[in-house]
């Protein structure tokens, strides 16, 4: 049994000054002030933080790629490099992520996904790998972004049953614009089947996306990107996906893809609601350069996002535990809510309520973050799956 204490805690969604947790491969206990003598005496290790906050581990709810790495091309070796790199951004639950591609091909990925679950859930340190999400192709082309135009469609309900048989239970939930024909009982058909459904890339007014959540879907994709802005007499995906409370709304906070005054406005209209995405392409954790997304060419430049080569945004090269920093340094958002909003908040919204917080029962996936708000220690399932500080001892050994 391990003890942690910290001077700043995130626990059951507050900020706790001092706290503490007791856990193994699970949360046994936590409490408030400093630990008790019999916590103290159950504990084999104590550890006590000497700044930063304890926070759960973090959720990343769309992830393109990293470190070099597509998934959409990714071998298995790589997919399994990636999960174990994944902890050194704060990250211990992860959603990989499809772009628009033929049905066929998004069905072939669904099954390589399905068949390599089980080496992914072994990989020691890695983080875990929470279903898969379909960012396409039932997408609107005036918002398609860097979606290809040739491959986007309308859904039926044939192409439906394709991929949920393909992803037999993996997919966790799928994108789609909700003004295309045949979308709003595609959201019915998904949903029925256990899959939740984000609107996303589409051009849909306000009275369309009421309608989609009527039917079911709870998620947007990247909150005023690729989506209908909000005007005054014309309010947009952007105005109802922010007054609809049925609605968790993903929000990329790289200070690119939405300005920090548009994100204060998104968590102060929507506060409880607001998922903290990375919608990272393989460039995330590499140097400038070029790399693919779906096939296609990216170019990334120093401190900007990635693009293809007509210039169109697409993806980011953000790390969840810097899109945390840029809230709170750079966007005004208080600690409290760029911790939930990075952790139970995307947590509860695709359907693993067990994940993102620290409570007794809980899996013990947790995230050191020092001053500077970036991951210093990562565990998983109660083990160090990442240390700066081991990091930091090894490369001062390589180079001596």
């Known amino acids: 049994m391990q003890l942690l204490a910290a001077q700043t805690v995130v626990l059951g969604g507050r900020l706790v000054r001092p706290g503490w947790i007791l856990f193994d491969e699970m949360v046994y206990e936590i409490g408030e002030g400093s630990p008790p003598a019999r916590v103290r005496a159950a504990a084999s290790v104590s550890t006590a933080l000497p700044d930063g906050v304890l926070s759960p581990g973090l959720v990343d709810i769309q992830v393109n790629g990293a470190f070099g790495v597509d998934f959409a091309s990714a071998t298995d070796d790589e997919w399994i490099q990636v999960a174990q790199r994944m902890p050194s951004t704060g990250v211990t639950a992860f959603v990989p992520t499809f772009i628009t591609a033929p049905i066929e091909e998004l069905a072939a990925n669904l099954v390589a996904y399905g068949a390599l679950r089980p ?7 890695a983080a875990r790998t929470v279903g898969v999400h379909l960012e396409g192709p039932f997408l609107a082309e005036k918002r398609r972004g860097a979606h290809r135009a040739d491959l986007l469609s309308d859904p039926d309900r044939q192409l439906i049953a394709t991929l949920l048989d393909a992803a037999a ?9 909700p003004e295309r024909p045949g979308a709003l009982e595609a959201i019915r058909q998904l949903t029925g089947a256990g899959v939740r459904v984000a609107l996303g890339h589409c051009d849909a007014d306000a009275l ?3 309608a989609a959540a009527d039917a079911g879907a709870t998620l947007v994709t990247h909150l005023y990107n690729a989506q209908r802005p909000m005007r005054h007499r014309d309010p947009g995906t952007v105005g109802a996906a922010l007054t609809d409370p049925r609605l968790t709304c993903g929000l990329i906070v790289d200070l690119h893809h939405v300005s920090p005054i548009a994100v204060e406005i998104a968590f102060r209209a929507s506060a409880g609601a607001i998922a903290l995405v990375t919608d990272a392409v393989a460039a995330m954790g590499m140097p400038a350069g070029s790399y693919e997304l779906g096939g296609d060419r990216l170019d990334v430049q120093p401190g900007l996002p990635p693009r293809r080569a007509d210039g169109a945004i697409a993806g ?3 790390r969840m535990d810097e899109a945390i920093a840029n809230a709170v340094l750079h966007c005004g958002l208080d600690l409290r809510s760029a911790i939930n909003s990075a952790t139970q908040i995307p947590a509860h919204a695709v359907g693993r309520s067990d994940l993102g917080l620290l409570a007794p029962g809980a ?21 160090i799956a990442w240390s700066g500080d081991r990091e930091s001892a090894s490369s001062a050994a390589a180079s001596g």
């Open 119 to 125: 080496l992914l859930d072994a990989a020691p340190g």
């Open 169 to 177: 239970g993996a997919l966790t939930y799928m994108t789609l614009a």
């Open 208 to 210: 369309t996306v009421r």
């Open 316 to 318: 980011s090269a953000l």
């Open 363 to 383: 899996p013990a996936d947790l995230v050191w973050l020092g001053e500077d708000l970036m991951a210093r220690t990562t565990w998983v399932g109660g083990q």
